[in-house]
């Protein structure tokens, strides 16, 4: 039996660029057929329970992207086992990610931006700029997405 991958993407208050990533990568997995468990979170509890903000959400639904459903939760101790992959939208999340958990699951710890082909290493967070930067963040994602499909193909 064939294990289906399971991907975390992370930012810090799990309101603007993990859950766009979510979003995209999950319309782009279905879109391939592929089987793939996806989920976002961030590293503080700023936002539980909220929608993705409303931004971001504009954006990405003018280029046909789905925000249903998608609420902000905080990493669980537990997250670290259950995915295989954990993709960090910048460093300071890489870090918290890598001081959060044991070890052992840090080789699944990851830039997300690390699966693009861009000269960007980070996904820089939009939340106090303007409607370029929500733009910005959704080309980002959309590279590191096809980056990372192409990548699990492999495996």
């Known amino acids: 039996m064939q294990h289906t991958p399971a991907v975390l993407f992370v930012c810090l208050g799990n309101i603007c660029r993990s859950p766009t990533a979510e979003a995209v990568f999950r319309q782009k997995v279905q879109q391939r057929g592929l089987e793939v468990t996806i989920d976002s979170a961030g590293t503080h509890g700023y936002h539980i329970g909220s929608p993705p903000d409303k931004r971001s ?90 980056g990372l499909i192409e990548h699990l193909q492999k495996q």
């Not at 997300?112 to 939009?126: G, K, Q, R």
């Open 57 to 146: 959400q504009a954006v990405a639904e003018l280029r046909g992207y789905d925000f249903s459903g998608l609420k902000c939760r905080k990493v669980q101790e537990d997250d670290f086992v259950r995915f295989d992959h954990i993709l960090a939208m910048d460093h300071s999340n890489l870090s918290n990610l890598k001081d959060m958990s044991d070890a052992k699951y840090h080789d699944r710890i990851k830039l997300f931006l690390d699966f693009a082909d861009d000269p960007h290493s980070e996904v820089p967070d939009p939340y106090y700029g303007g409607k370029r930067g929500f733009e910005l963040v959704l080309d980002l994602i959309e590279k590191a997405s096809d």
